[in-house]
């Protein structure tokens, strides 16, 4: 490594370049204080405001001090007489290397799923929460490190509009990954950033498939003019499928404030879910057995979520000994008697026997398991219809 500024040390060679940006930007590979490996991030000031960079620059390195696993770090600052340099986390590749790069099928088929898209939804967060709007989300912008996903380019984020500080620089783009707004160059909320992030989810969670599909032209074109988004490839996650469909929407107001992605059942745990049903069954519990029964269209009109009795989809023995164990008998005609019947089964797993020995389910997992796949829409069912006003007393802590 053949310069140095400062505490940084790298080489512009060709073979050490790692990046490239707009106004000449250009980012090497590094080393900070002769000992970290870092992203050198070269910046030509010719070409740029240095007054309000530099500004921006000590903003980043001071929010990037707080530890946040999920946001790539800003380390050091240093200058020459034509450029000013950056030393950033140094990361192993990009989200969309990592997913479109068939060199890493291996590593990404030993990947959580649920891991990664909860580790861009924790980076939103962390930005939202210091009134930081990113702009510029994509699979470009995420970058992977010891088996997680982090936010980068904060360069190109700005500062919410109530604020005193913005950041000087505005989306680079990548295409589909901005909401009509942006497009439209209309105002900017934190908004911008669920509607990306939304992308991101299904990006990750389909490998590489995209809301509004084709190429990143007719994305935009389809975002543009408000085409729906195609969530089909996401068939069987119903968690996914309802939090994605509300992220996208084309209405800044529709979309769910980043706590609100993170309570919802999609980065739920089994033990949540379970939980849940546990609060639900109590919460309507001197609610009349109708009480779930129907949810309401966007027309206003009622439709049923049962369309026959649910004891049509247990197994029959098990129904039998269900029975058994209640006092008060289950309507099967009952969305909230279904909720009780899931509760009882998994609280009382161990009393369901097969014979006098086995029990019918070996934990309460396995019970959750059991009636989850027969009834996979229910979960959802339940968060959205209770959503409007959760119970304070039993709800609180899922919504």
């Given amino acids: 490594m053949d310069c140095r500024v400062g505490k940084l040390r790298f080489s512009r060679k060709e073979s050490h370049i790692i990046g490239r940006g707009s106004n000449g930007t250009l980012v090497f590979r590094g080393v900070w204080s002769d000992e970290v490996p870092v992203a050198v991030k070269q910046m030509h000031k010719a070409f740029n405001n240095m007054v309000v960079i530099s500004k921006e620059i000590q903003v980043l390195m001071q929010l990037t001090k707080t530890d946040c696993p999920n946001i790539v770090r800003y380390i050091d600052r240093e200058e020459d007489d034509i450029f000013v340099y950056l030393g ?27 891991r990664l898209i909860r580790d861009m939804a924790d980076g939103v967060f962390f930005l939202h929460t210091n009134n930081i709007v990113h702009n510029d989300l994509n ?8 088996n997680r996903l982090l936010i980068s380019d904060m360069g190109l984020s700005k500062m919410l509009v109530d604020t005193s500080f913005t950041f000087t620089h505005g989306p680079t783009g990548h295409g589909g990954y901005h909401p009509a707004e942006v497009l439209k160059e209309q105002r900017k909320t934190n908004s911008v950033d669920i509607f990306s992030l939304g992308c991101l989810l299904f990006y990750v969670l389909t490998s590489g498939g995209h809301p509004f599909g084709g190429s990143p032209m007719d994305r935009a074109y389809k975002i543009f003019n408000k085409h729906q988004p195609d969530l089909s490839l996401l068939q069987g996650n119903h968690a996914a499928v309802d939090l994605i469909n509300q992220m996208v929407s084309h209405d800044p107001e529709v979309r769910p404030t980043i706590r609100q992605v993170l309570r919802h059942p999609l980065f739920w745990l089994s033990d949540q879910r379970r939980k849940f049903m546990e609060a639900v069954h109590h919460a309507s519990k001197k609610k009349p057995h109708t009480y779930l029964n129907h949810f309401v269209l966007a027309d206003g009109s009622k439709q049923a979520f049962l369309v026959e009795g649910w004891d049509r989809s247990i197994d029959p ?7 058994v164990k209640v006092t008060l008998p289950y ?6 008697d279904l909720v009780r019947c899931i509760r009882n089964s998994i609280v009382h797993h161990q009393d369901i026997l097969l014979d006098t020995k086995r029990p019918l389910f070996e934990s309460q997992q396995a019970a959750w398991s059991y009636f989850d796949s027969k009834f996979p829409t229910l979960l959802i069912y339940l968060y959205r219809q209770l959503s409007i006003n959760p119970d304070p007393t039993y709800l609180a802590d899922f919504y």
């Fill in 88 to 114: 950033i986390t140094l990361c192993d590749l990009s989200l969309q290397e990592l997913i479109e790069d068939s060199r890493n099928a291996p590593k990404l088929s030993m990947l959580d799923s649920g």
């Fill in 317 to 323: 023995v098990l129904l039998s000994k269900l029975k």
């Fill in 331 to 336: 309507r099967y005609e009952s969305v909230k």
């Fill in 139 to 146: 699979p470009r912008n995420i970058l992977f490190k010891d």
